[in-house]
C-alpha cells in the first residue's frame, strides 16, 4: 500500500484558487521581473516627459504673449518719435515753450577746408 501511495500523481492546483490568493500573479511577476520593472521605467519616463513638455509649451505661451506686447510698445513708440521729429512739430513746441529760437532762414551750407 506504501508503493500506491507514492506512485499517486500531485493534485494539480486549483486556477480559481491560485487567482483570487494570488499565487498565479505572484508566479507571473517573478518570472517577468526585469520586464516589468523595464515598463515600469519607460512609465516613469513618460511622465517626465510629459511634465517637461507641458512646462515648455507654458513658457513658449508667455514669450509669444511677452513679444506681442512689446512688438505693440515698438510700434507705438516708432509713431510717437516719427511725428515728434517733423519740423513743424519742433517749431510749435518750441513756441510753446517760449524759447527765444528762431528757425533759420537758410539752409545750412558746407565748409570745405583745404
Known amino acids: 500500500m506504501v508503493a500506491e501511495v507514492e506512485n ?3 493534485r494539480k ?3 480559481i484558487r491560485d487567482l483570487v490568493s494570488g499565487k498565479a500573479l505572484s508566479k ?3 518570472k517577468h521581473r526585469g ?3 523595464f ?3 519607460l512609465a516613469v519616463a513618460y511622465m517626465a516627459l510629459q511634465y517637461y513638455m507641458e512646462k515648455t509649451v507654458h513658457e513658449v505661451r508667455q514669450l509669444e504673449q511677452e513679444v506681442t506686447s512689446l512688438r505693440i510698445e515698438y510700434t507705438i513708440r516708432s509713431s510717437e518719435f516719427m511725428t515728434s521729429i517733423r519740423r513743424s512739430k519742433i517749431t510749435r513746441d518750441v513756441k510753446q515753450r517760449k524759447m527765444e529760437k ?3 532762414q537758410y539752409p545750412p551750407k558746407r565748409i570745405k577746408m583745404d
Do not use: C, K
Open 8 to 10: 499517486i500523481p500531485p
Open 13 to 15: 492546483s486549483n486556477v
Open 39 to 41: 515598463l515600469f521605467g
Open 35 to 37: 520586464y516589468l520593472l
Open 28 to 30: 507571473l511577476m517573478a
Open 102 to 104: 528762431e528757425e533759420p
